[in-house]
């Protein structure tokens, strides 16, 4: 294992991932990062339709698969960049009310995981569309697992929509859920994972934003049903067992929030990607504060978790290996992304990224590459031994 162990007083076995000099042979960025170059595959830098996501996944063989947002059409994605269709879309495509906002694939690829709009969630297969039930709590992330469709949620209930469930009872906020799991016999979304209630601040009432700060998720799965959760604002990685309990924690610089300023180009990103949403921002109930982008996609590869991080030199790929315990960094010398969602999918043949709006870039890192690449450790890293972490859960 790379570092060195310290034993702290309470028991808890931490690992701490020193940062080693770049060494020669290898282009290296401001960051001290050695940087790899990525294949584009197919799109363009405008994007075809720029009120439409576009979502990339692969199942559990490694096919790669791209569904439009619009038209909710599936197309499997070729190593040579050529879309084949799979199958045909449904007759409801995506409307102007109805935007497809996040995608999940099942791991034998025949299914998909919608959240339209805010709270509508749905299965796609093939050319039907079936609606679930509401989750009540606010969604954050989707996931597909061999047990069902698995969402990640806030500490906030979800009150429009028409046919959203009643509000959970006013007891339930006290113990808010972070993972819910879909009974489909009883048709209920079951808590697998429980939260933690937020943590006020100076005794007063925590503000949506910082809400979301603190517990927007990205989800994926790994080996024998695991499930691997990243928040978007914060660099914490945790592993829970197929059962839902906690079986490891990563930590990066404290796994805490980032708040700066709001720039006017800020704002104007933020309206931008909030009209292609249907929806209009209120300058005046968010803020002047944002936090800080961390990590903006996730997946996993056996017993390795990838994640693409935002960092002052640009985009990079950080790699955990949860055997050697290792959190290791390239930097993406040619990913560009604005602040719309990325996805990142293990294919067979590599690794690949995609923009996030209609006819964006796909990128492709193969795994000889990745292989080759001139990884460095993440400073600032800690991991939780996995007893440890259960108790502190």
């Given at each position: 294992?790379?570092?060195?162990?310290?034993?702290?007083?309470?028991?808890?076995?931490?690992?701490?991932?020193?940062?080693?000099?770049?060494?020669?042979?290898?282009?290296?960025?401001?960051?001290?990062?050695?940087?790899?170059?990525?294949?584009?595959?197919?799109?363009?830098?405008?994007?075809?339709?720029?009120?439409?996501?576009?979502?990339?996944?692969?199942?559990?063989?490694?096919?790669?698969?791209?569904?439009?947002?619009?038209?909710?059409?599936?197309?499997?994605?070729?190593?040579?960049?050529?879309?084949?269709?799979?199958?045909?879309?449904?007759?409801?495509?995506?409307?102007?009310?109805?935007?497809?906002?996040?995608?999940?694939?099942?791991?034998?690829?025949?299914?998909?995981?919608?959240?339209?709009?805010?709270?509508?969630?749905?299965?796609?297969?093939?050319?039907?569309?079936?609606?679930?039930?509401?989750?009540?709590?606010?969604?954050?992330?989707l996931a597909f697992t061999a047990d069902g469709p698995l969402v990640a949620v806030?500490?906030?209930?979800?009150?429009?929509?028409?046919?959203?469930?009643?509000?959970?009872?006013?007891?339930?906020?006290?113990?808010?859920?972070?993972?819910?799991?879909?009974?489909?016999?009883?048709?209920?979304?079951?808590?697998?994972?429980?939260?933690?209630?937020?943590?006020?601040?100076?005794?007063?009432?925590?503000?949506?934003?910082?809400?979301?700060?603190?517990?927007?998720?990205?989800?994926?799965?790994?080996?024998?049903?695991?499930?691997?959760?990243?928040?978007?604002?914060?660099?914490?990685?945790?592993?829970?067992?197929?059962?839902?309990?906690?079986?490891?924690?990563?930590?990066?610089?404290?796994?805490?929030?980032?708040?700066?300023?709001?720039?006017?180009?800020?704002?104007?990103?933020?309206?931008?990607?909030?009209?292609?949403?249907?929806?209009?921002?209120?300058?005046?109930?968010?803020?002047?504060?944002?936090?800080?982008?961390?990590?903006?996609?996730?997946?996993?590869?056996?017993?390795?978790?990838?994640?693409?991080?935002?960092?002052?030199?640009?985009?990079?790929?950080?790699?955990?290996?949860?055997?050697?315990?290792?959190?290791?960094?390239?930097?993406?010398?040619?990913?560009?992304?604005?602040?719309?969602?990325?996805?990142?999918?293990?294919?067979?043949?590599?690794?690949?990224?995609?923009?996030?709006?209609?006819?964006?870039?796909?990128?492709?890192?193969?795994?000889?590459?990745?292989?080759?690449?001139?990884?460095?450790?993440?400073?600032?890293?800690?991991?939780?031994?996995?007893?440890?972490?259960?108790?502190?859960?």
């Open positions: 294992m790379r570092g060195a162990k310290l034993r702290h007083t309470g028991g808890i076995i931490l690992t701490l991932l020193a940062v080693t000099r770049p060494g020669g042979g290898a282009t290296v960025t401001e960051s001290g990062f050695a940087s790899v170059s990525a294949e584009r595959v197919i799109g363009q830098a405008s994007p075809q339709n720029p009120e439409a996501f576009q979502f990339l996944r692969a199942d559990a063989r490694g096919r790669l698969y791209l569904l439009r947002g619009d038209t909710l059409a599936v197309d499997q994605v070729q190593p040579s960049g050529k879309l084949t269709p799979a199958g045909k879309a449904p007759a409801e495509p995506a409307s102007d009310d109805s935007v497809i906002t996040d995608a999940a694939l099942s791991p034998d690829g025949d299914r998909w995981l919608l959240l339209i709009g805010h709270d509508r969630l749905a299965v796609l297969k093939g050319e039907k569309l079936r609606d679930l039930p509401a989750a009540v709590w606010v969604v954050s992330a806030l500490p906030a209930q979800e009150t429009s929509g028409e046919d959203a469930t009643a509000p959970p009872a006013r007891a339930s906020f006290d113990k808010p859920p972070l993972l819910l799991r879909l009974d489909e016999q009883k048709g209920q979304w079951q808590t697998l994972v429980p939260g933690k209630v937020f943590q006020r601040r100076d005794s007063r009432v925590p503000v949506p934003l910082e809400i979301r700060a603190e517990r927007a998720s990205m989800v994926t799965t790994g080996a024998k049903g695991s499930l691997w959760v990243a928040q978007q604002d914060a660099y914490t990685l945790k592993k829970f067992s197929r059962a839902g309990s906690l079986e490891a924690s990563l930590a990066v610089a404290g796994g805490s929030v980032q708040w700066k300023d709001r720039t006017e180009d800020d704002w104007k990103r933020l309206e931008k990607s909030a009209a292609s949403s249907g929806m209009k921002v209120q300058r005046s109930q968010l803020g002047s504060l944002q936090a800080a982008k961390v990590v903006r996609a996730l997946t996993a590869e056996d017993s390795r978790v990838y994640l693409v991080v935002e960092t002052p030199a640009g985009l990079a790929l950080d790699r955990w290996d949860a055997v050697t315990q290792a959190l290791d960094r390239v930097q993406l010398a040619n990913v560009t992304s604005g602040p719309s969602r990325l996805s990142v999918a293990a294919a067979h043949d590599g690794l690949y990224l995609a923009g996030g709006h209609l006819g964006e870039p796909l990128w492709r890192l193969d795994w000889q590459r990745l292989e080759e690449a001139k990884w460095k450790p993440v400073p600032n890293a800690v991991v939780e031994s996995a007893v440890a972490a259960g108790r502190a859960r």
